[in-house]
């Protein structure tokens, strides 16, 4: 994430950057939704997340659970928690995802995608609503009566890929959505913005810049 970027994300919580090594590739070793999937006010975690983090969680007050497997450098075990859960779904490889995952999410649907990366390519929205950079995902969803978006990623910034994903370059709290990068550089993002403000949520762009795909900005409570 641009240091410009973080500044500006800082103004709204406790910014707190991930970083580990020898865990993931280096390309997503830093992102969010490798390690963590957040629903129902808890935040599910890759056991082997450094501990560190486990600390200042502890010290705060969030709640989390360890998932089973720990993540790895390839896929599919680099992809156990990029899962979306969302009131009605669990949007996922079913076959990749953490068991305590699928534990918890009660009585929600399970929407089985070939994406393993299912949060980099998908952006949940109010009401059965979603943006997404995955074909296959959008077939899923559109059988489920949702609403869907399609964009190309082509575009978003991912050091060391071609491109990154639309989902990954954002995050939700409260009625904001908040996007690492402005849309006036992305072909797509007149579309964007039409489909966030029927959701009548409001958009907060980071910074004067291409979308970058950060994995996620991942909002928890304290």
Known sequence: MPSSAKQN???FGNLI?????????PAISGHPDIFFCNFDSCL???PNLPQEYFNFFEKNSISFRSGKKMVESNYPGSARYNAVVTDDFLIHNIHVTDVVI?????NRFWVNVNQGYARC????LPGKRFITSDRGIERKLLNQQAQIL??????IVLEGFANGFFGGCCGIFQDTVFICGSLQYYREGEKVKKMINSCELQIIELYDGP???TGSIVFVPG
């Open 9 to 11: 994300l800082s103004k």
């Open 17 to 25: 950057e991930l970083q580990t090594s020898n865990i993931a590739y």
């Open 44 to 46: 599910f975690t890759a």
């Open 102 to 106: 699928k534990e918890n999410v009660g």
């Open 121 to 124: 390519n998908l952006l949940a």
């Open 150 to 155: 399609y964009v190309n990623p082509e575009g």
């Open 211 to 213: 979308l970058t795909d």
